[in-house]
């Protein structure tokens, strides 16, 4: 298996084929698996990074969507998307509960704290939120470093584990600067 920079797991996101197509366009391959792709499989391609892609599915439902659990052993900057954000929350021993109302549309995203993945961009940069539940405590060695009017947590980030999560999609047009949110993952995060 030939070497991939950046491997997006797939959780059913609508917008899961514009992730990697932005990181393309920024000059990193990338490729797209199921959620459920091998650890092995995951190995094999020996990624720098890892996205975890937004979904459809609520991460505290019976039949969630799942990836390996060992994916968060391998030492590898992750970045999770609406429900990869989600997913890292639970996985990591935090809460995530339905929100009181959906939220859909653009919300001003506030920097709390100086991190390489918002390098080169604005604060107060306009981003697309799509999502009906919402992380209520982040895990513990994790720090919010992105707010917005609605989502106390819009990015979260584990500096040791090198773990970082969005609420909102930075991969659609919408995003003004999400194109380069992704880039600086790869780029300042993963070193592509």
């Known amino acids: 298996m ?8 797939d959780f059913g996101s609508q917008y899961t084929q514009i992730i990697a197509r932005k990181l393309r366009e920024s000059g990193v391959y990338s490729e797209i698996v199921p959620y459920s792709e091998s650890i092995e499989n995951i190995k094999a391609r020996t990624p720098k990074g890892i996205i975890l892609s937004g979904g459809p599915a609520s991460v505290y439902a019976k039949d969630a969507y799942h990836p390996h659990e060992e994916i968060f052993e391998l030492g590898l900057p992750i970045l999770g998307i609406c429900y990869g954000m989600q997913l890292i929350s639970q996985h990591f021993g935090g809460s995530v509960i339905p929100a009181d109302h959906h939220e859909y549309g653009k919300a001003k995203l506030n920097f ?3 991190n390489p993945i918002f390098k080169d961009t604005t604060d107060g940069q306009i981003v697309w939120m799509s999502h009906g539940d919402r992380v209520e405590n982040i895990p513990e060695g994790f720090e919010k470093i992105g707010v917005s009017e609605n989502s106390p947590y819009a ?12 609420q909102f999609h930075p991969e659609v047009y919408h995003s003004v600067e999400g ?5 600086n993952f790869a780029k300042y995060i993963c070193g592509c």
């Open 2 to 9: 030939k070497h991939v920079p950046i491997v997006v797991l």
């Open 112 to 114: 709390v704290k100086d």
């Open 155 to 166: 990015a979260i980030a584990n500096l040791e584990k090198n773990i970082y999560a969005f």
């Open 179 to 183: 194109s380069k949110l992704l880039k």
